[in-house]
């Protein structure tokens, strides 16, 4: 069975920086495409960024454009999530996700395998 396991989340005051983490680990599964979604407070889980197998394809969420970078390490089967100049609005929980194909995509419903989530708090 595939797992996804972020890590890296924390309090941060606005301004600050974050690096989230996301490991892939079990069974046979190659990850395709891979991405960051979030969900805040009362609020349904959004798009956040999402990067293609070979890392060549990647988008960001208008919010946090030129802020956050996505990158991974196929060698090391983890995702990464750069995230600079942190605002208050990005306080949400972060979650990882996968997908057998290898073109990134944005919409939820193309992910075949989640994480947990981690907790991210931008305090004012």
């Known amino acids: ?7 890296g ?3 941060v005051q606005a301004g600050g920086s974050l690096r989230l983490s996301c490991v892939a680990s ?8 891979m991405g960051w ?6 609020k349904e889980r959004a798009f956040v960024a999402t990067i293609s197998r070979s890392g060549s394809s990647i988008y960001y969420a ?8 996505i990158s991974r390490d196929n060698a ?3 995702l ?3 995230m600079n100049t942190l605002r208050p609005e990005d306080t949400a929980v972060y979650y990882c996700a996968a997908r057998h194909e290898y073109v990134a995509h944005t919409r ?10 981690t907790q991210v708090t931008v305090s004012s």
């Not at 069975?1 to 890590?7: K, N, W, Y």
């Not at 079990?26 to 495409?33: L, S």
């Not at 939820?108 to 989530?117: K, N, R, S």
């Open 9 to 11: 989340g924390g309090l």
């Open 26 to 33: 079990g069974g046979t599964f190659r990850t395709g495409a």
């Open 62 to 69: 208008d919010s946090v454009k030129d802020r956050f970078t």
């Open 108 to 117: 939820e419903t193309e992910y075949d395998y989640w994480g947990q989530g």
């Open 76 to 78: 090391k089967n983890t």
């Open 37 to 42: 979604f979030r969900q805040a407070p009362g």
């Open 1 to 7: 069975q595939v797992q996804l396991i972020e890590s």
């Open 80 to 82: 990464y999530l750069e």
